[in-house]
C-alpha cells in the first residue's frame, strides 16, 4: 500500500463505493491533498458539492487505521489509487475506485489481454458448457478471465480459466470476509490461490442491489473486452455491457436461439453491434498484436476442448442431442424448479445442500463443509435426492442436479 493509503480510505468512506472521485482528484492532486485543504477551499471547489463537504466534514481520519488493521489481521492486502499496483485501465474510466481490497495476488492486469466473462445465474446447461470452453481456451492462450464470483455463467468461468491452469480475478460485489455465497466458498479458495479476489466495498460489507451495479464498471474497466453470455432483456450482465460501452471497451455475446425469450438480451446486444464469439479465438485475436505474450496457437480446437475428458467441471458430453432447443428448455426449467426447491430448506437440509457442488462431490467432504455428523448427512443426502434436487454417483459422491 502506498504511504498515503489512510487518506484514500478516508476519501471512500466519506464519499462512498462507486463514487466519481476523479473530479475532485483532477482538482485537488489527492486524497492528501484534499484533506490537508481547509474549508474554505472545499466549499470553493467546484467538484465537491454541500452534501460530500458535510461527509468529508463527519468522517474521522481513524476510519482508516481500523480497515488498516482488520486488513492486515486476515492478510487482505489494500490497493490505493496512488499504489504503483493499480490497474492503468482502471484509471482510464470515469469514476475509479478510490480502494481495491484483494485477498490473493493481483496479476498484472494492464500487461495481459484480460476478458471479462459474465451472464445469467440460471444458466442453462448450454451457457455452462460454452462459458467453460470460452474461458478455458483464452486462458490457454495466456489471456486472464475476469468474472464476478456468482452461481451460473460467472462461476463456470473462473473455472474454466482454472482448468487451464490459468489465473482468475472475482470483482465481488461485497466486501472481503462476508459469507455471501458460501456454496461458492471453495471455488473462492481457488481463486486466491490462482489469482484473486478484488472489491471496492469495506471488509465485511453485505452483498445488496445496489453493490452489484457498482462491482460491474470494474469487471468491464479491467477488461479489453467483455463477453457476455445468456442475459435476459434487465440482466445485471447488460449493465456490464453498458459499461464496457461507455469505457470504450469491445462487447462479445453469445448467441441464443431465437425461440428463447429468457435471454434475448446477448441477441438484442448483437443487433446492437457487439461482436458475435463462437469460439475462443474470436475474444483475443484483435490484441494481439499489442499482448505478444499471448500465444493464440495454445487454444485448442472446439472439438478438443469438449472432447476432453478431464475437463470435470463442464461436464461435457459429445451427444448433440444435449444441445437441442427442446432439452436446453427442460434443463432449464428444471433447474429453476430445483432453485425454488433450494430456496425453502432450512436447517440440516439447507447445510448439506449448500456443501454439495455443481460437480461429484464425496460424502466426507459434504460432511466437513457442513459441520454435521456423518448419521445427519447421510439422512439429509437421502431427502435431499428423494426431492430430485441432488444427484448421486458410486463412491458416496453427489452433486446439484
Known amino acids: 500500500m502506498s504511504e498515503n493509503v489512510r487518506y484514500w480510505l478516508w476519501l471512500q468512506r466519506a464519499l462512498g463505493a462507486g463514487a466519481n472521485i476523479k473530479p475532485v482528484i483532477d482538482e485537488f492532486g489527492s486524497a492528501k491533498e484534499l484533506y490537508d485543504a481547509n474549508l474554505i477551499e472545499w466549499r470553493m471547489s467546484p467538484s465537491l458539492t454541500a452534501v ?26 489494500i490497493i490505493d489509487y496512488e499504489d504503483e499496483r493499480y490497474p492503468k485501465r482502471l484509471k482510464e474510466i470515469i469514476n475509479p475506485p478510490a480502494v481495491l481490497y484483494v485477498d490473493g495476488e493481483l496479476p498484472d492486469v494492464d500487461s495481459l ?58 470483482v465481488l460485489g461485497c466486501g472481503l470476509g462476508t459469507k455471501y455465497l458460501s456454496s461458492n466458498s471453495s471455488l473462492r479458495d ?3 490461490h490462482n489469482g484473486a479476489l478484488v472489491t471496492e466495498f469495506e471488509p465485511f460489507t453485505p452483498a445488496g442491489k445496489r ?28 449493465i456490464t455491457a453498458k459499461y464496457a460501452i461507455e469505457q470504450n471497451r ?18 438484442r ?35 478438443e476442448l469438449i472432447n476432453d475428458e478431464q475437463d470435470s ?12 432447443f427442446d432439452n436446453l428448455e427442460k434443463g432449464r426449467k428444471t433447474r429453476l424448479e430445483n432453485e425454488k426447491k433450494a430456496v425453502s430448506l432450512d436447517g440440516d437440509l439447507k447445510a448439506v445442500y449448500d456443501a454439495i457442488e455443481e460437480n461429484f462431490t464425496h460424502i466426507d467432504t459434504i460432511i466437513e463443509k457442513s459441520g454435521l455428523s456423518s448419521q445427519k448427512v447421510t439422512a439429509a443426502v437421502i431427502q435431499l435426492e428423494m426431492l430430485g434436487i441432488i444427484e448421486s454417483a458410486s463412491g458416496k459422491r453427489y452433486k446439484k442436479a
Open 52 to 77: 460530500k463537504i458535510k461527509h468529508l466534514e463527519e468522517t474521522p481520519i481513524t476510519v482508516a487505521d481500523e480497515i488498516i488493521y482488520t486488513c492486515e489481521e486476515n492478510g487482505w492486502q
Open 190 to 192: 481457488a481463486i486466491r
Open 211 to 238: 453493490t452489484f451495479p457498482i462491482r460491474n464498471r470494474i469487471i468491464s474497466g479491467l477488461s479489453l473486452g467483455v463477453l457476455v453470455v445468456e442475459a435476459g432483456e434487465k440482466s445485471g450482465s447488460l
Open 313 to 324: 467441471s463442464a461436464n461435457v458430453e459429445k451427444s448433440e442431442d444435449k444441445y437441442s
Open 269 to 303: 446486444l448483437i443487433d446492437d453491434g457487439a461482436k458475435v464469439a463462437t469460439k475462443p479465438e474470436h475474444l483475443i485475436e484483435g490484441y494481439l498484436s499489442d499482448y505478444p505474450t499471448a500465444d493464440i496457437s495454445k487454444i485448442r480446437s472446439i472439438d
Open 250 to 267: 469491445d462487447v462479445y455475446a453469445v448467441p441464443v436461439s431465437v425461440l428463447s425469450t429468457d435471454f434475448s438480451g446477448t441477441n
Open 113 to 170: 489481454i484480460t476478458i471479462g466473462v459474465v451472464g445469467t445465474r440460471k444458466a442453462s446447461e448450454y451457457a455452462v458448457k460454452v462459458t467453460h470452453i470460452m474461458s478455458r481456451g483464452i486462458a490457454e492462450a495466456g489471456a486472464l478471465v475476469v468474472s464476478g464470483g456468482a452461481l451460473g455463467v460467472d462461476t463456470y468461468a473462473h473455472r474454466g480459466a482454472l482448468a487451464a491452469g490459468g489465473k482468475t480475478v472475482a
